[in-house]
T-cell receptor
Framework: SQELEQSPQSLIVQEGKNLTINCTSS?????LYWYKQKYGEGLIFLMMLQKGGEEKSHEKITAKLDEKKQQSSLHITASQPSHAGIYLC????????????FGTGTSLTVIP | DSGVTQTPKHLITATGQRVTLRCSPRSGDLSVYWYQQSLDQGLQFLIQYYNGEERAKGNILERFSAQQFPDLHSELNLSSLELGDSALYFC??????????????FGAGSRLTVL
């Protein structure tokens, strides 16, 4: 089973709508990373959350970390076609982060 | 351009063959990670090197091997290739960014097709 579970697996939204992607860890989180991947391309770093309750924003994307629940959420406000792609959450397996592993990914389609 | 360079971008080969994928990390980064991404398995961690030494191993098959050279570039060798090895192979390097956080920066990937 995956150590990082993402939901939903895929999402289709109308342009302008808000959406949320969730990432839940079955193990202790030592930092949580969010990446975006255009189909068939490399992963682009969005942001990293280290402390419980931390919230970060990048343009219209906001991510929060709930350390107690070992969960993170990624929220996109007023989605645009440029937001389309696969969103992956990632984490280090130890506090030294030697093994970075990733969730199953959420595929986002934004309909103009 | 992420600063992590992977070659080749595309590779088509036959079952039973051997291929080598190459990665140059971002300038200043000492740590290199290899991942395999397929439709059914998602992004799977294979192996990590730090300054020439193997540091962590994930789901890497025995037919696969890797190394990191003194100039810090890394190679992933895939041998006795099977149809199921067709995938995108990513290299990433780990380094401290201006924010102070350690971040994995990914290359554009090498797409391997085994026929």
């Amino acid at each position: 089973s995956q150590e990082l579970e993402q939901s939903p697996q895929s999402l289709i939204v109308q342009e302008g709508k808000n959406l949320t992607i969730n990432c839940t860890s079955s193990k202790t989180l030592y930092g949580l990373y969010w990446y975006k991947q255009k189909y068939g391309e490399g992963l682009i770093f969005l942001m990293m959350l280290q402390k419980g309750g931390e919230e970060k924003s990048h343009e219209k994307i906001t991510a929060k970390l709930d350390e107690k629940k070992q969960q993170s959420s990624l929220h996109i406000t007023a989605s645009q076609p440029s937001h389309a792609g696969i969103y992956l959450c990632g984490a280090g397996r130890t506090n030294t982060g030697n093994q970075f592993y990733f969730g199953t990914g959420t595929s986002l389609t934004v309909i103009p | 351009d992420s600063g992590v360079t992977q070659t080749p971008k595309h590779l088509i080969t036959a079952t039973g063959q051997r291929v080598t994928l190459r990665c140059s990390p971002r300038s200043g980064d000492l740590s290199v990670y290899w991942y395999q991404q397929s439709l059914d398995q998602g992004l799977q961690f294979l192996i990590q090197y730090y300054n020439g030494e193997e540091r962590a191993k994930g789901n890497i098959l025995e037919r696969f091997s890797a190394q990191q050279f003194p100039d810090l570039h890394s190679e992933l060798n895939l041998s006795s290739l099977e149809l199921g090895d067709s995938a995108l192979y990513f290299c990433a390097s780990l380094g401290r960014r201006s924010s102070g956080a350690n971040v994995l920066t990914f290359g554009a990937g090498s797409r391997l097709t085994v026929l």
